[in-house]
């Protein structure tokens, strides 16, 4: 083998050998954090179990892919799926995640899904709007969009009192998100929501 072939197999073997770092250091990193989101969610997990896990969220969320995020979500709800924590894992990514649509699934996730109580239920539901209120997440529009994406008149007479809180470019944003809306309740509540006549809704095909 000459000496510029040898060279050449040093420099791959010495990238490959970085790559494996990399890849052993995100693994741990995204095993890190899911561990801290499943204790986070556990019944009577403390506060300070909470906070360690949004600050390892914003530690490893903002420097991931889409489809890293995607793949921890994925884990987290099989977590959920087979007892290891509660719904309320999801809070640390709702808190720390910047991608509207990864969000969205967050609070989709946090809200939980059958069976649940009907208590269980409100709590979700008086958290998530709470941290709409409040500008919590990093995203107020997700947070908006995932709860009138519910379609449920209660929640959208709360959120009616919450008029204001996103500014025009946010309010447009929102209005975008349900321009291929179909029911009528939905498009009232954008309607007044803009100050605007009632949309037609869009008929299905």
Do not use: K
């Amino acid at each position: 083998m000459s000496v510029s072939h040898q060279s050449q197999s040093v420099s791959l073997r010495a990238r490959a050998a970085s790559a494996s770092i990399d890849l052993t250091r995100h693994d741990v990193l995204c095993d890190r954090l899911l561990r801290a989101v499943i204790a986070a969610g556990r019944r009577g997990a403390e506060p300070a179990a909470v906070t360690h896990a949004i600050v390892q969220g914003w530690q490893w969320l903002a420097s991931r892919s889409v489809i890293e995020r995607r793949a921890l979500q994925a884990q987290l709800r099989d977590a959920i799926a087979r007892g290891h924590t509660t719904a309320r894992a999801w809070l640390p990514l709702a808190m720390s995640e910047t991608d509207s649509e990864l969000l969205r699934a967050a609070v989709v996730g946090y809200l939980g899904s059958a069976p649940c109580s009907v208590e269980q239920r409100g709590q979700a539901l008086d958290d998530v709007i709470e941290w709409f209120r409040r500008g919590l997440t990093l995203d107020s529009v997700a947070v908006f969009v995932s709860l009138l994406a519910l379609r449920e008149p209660d929640v959208n007479e709360r959120l009616a009192s919450l008029r204001g809180r996103l500014t025009d470019a946010e309010r447009d944003r929102a209005q975008r998100e349900f321009a291929g809306a179909t029911d009528t309740l939905t498009c009232e509540f954008i309607a007044a929501w803009c100050g605007e006549p009632a949309l037609t809704p869009a008929q299905p095909d």
